[in-house]
């Protein structure tokens, strides 16, 4: 009987260790490498979202988008305007696009780099309009959801927990082996 109860401890330790942890594959800019001119602009303002060095790879191809509504407007040079654009990072991982919002604008625009290795870059614009007040503050970063535990700790307490269940079938079916005989 002991047998039975170990081979089943077993399997569930093997089926919880056994699965590689998913959603850790995006690599994030640090906020501190981002640098906004202006993170209220006024509608119809160009704003110049910058990266600094190590924020890409040397050479790297990163593709700007913005989110908002009305559509934002993403320029490289004067001449060259769309609402997607691909710059290339300096020798130093540095990229900087310049963002012009709409005139009609309100609320929050993001623009987000993204580079060919897989690294997010993201700044957040709040666009109040001239006669709503003053601007609010807004953090440049990604929204903070969730406990920040470390990945073994989680593995290790949900371990815990299918131990805790097959314990507990083991023990219900040793009281009804135990009670049949």
Do not use: C
């Not at 490498?33 to 890409?56: K, N």
């Amino acid at each position: 009987m002991f047998k039975k109860s170990l081979a089943t401890a077993a399997l569930a330790v093997i089926a919880v260790f056994a699965f590689a942890p998913a959603a850790n594959a995006v690599d994030y800019v640090a906020d501190t490498l981002t640098t906004v001119s202006d993170s209220t602009p006024a509608p119809g303002e160009a704003v110049t979202v910058a990266f600094a060095a190590t924020a890409f790879g040397a050479g790297e191809a990163v593709t700007f988008s913005a989110e908002g509504t009305p559509a934002a407007t993403l320029s490289v040079v004067k001449a060259a305007v769309s609402n997607t654009v691909t710059k290339t990072a300096t020798a130093a991982g540095a990229v900087s696009v310049v963002v012009t919002v709409p005139t009609d604008a309100t609320g929050a625009y993001t623009v987000t780099g993204t580079g060919t290795s897989g690294t997010v870059g993201t700044a957040v614009l709040t666009v109040v309009a001239a006669d709503a007040g003053a601007p609010i503050a807004v953090d440049n970063g990604l929204a903070t959801t969730g406990y920040n535990a470390p990945v073994l700790v989680i593995w290790g307490a949900a371990g815990v927990l299918v131990l805790g269940v097959a314990l507990l079938l083991v023990r219900i079916s040793v009281r009804r082996q135990h009670a049949a005989a």
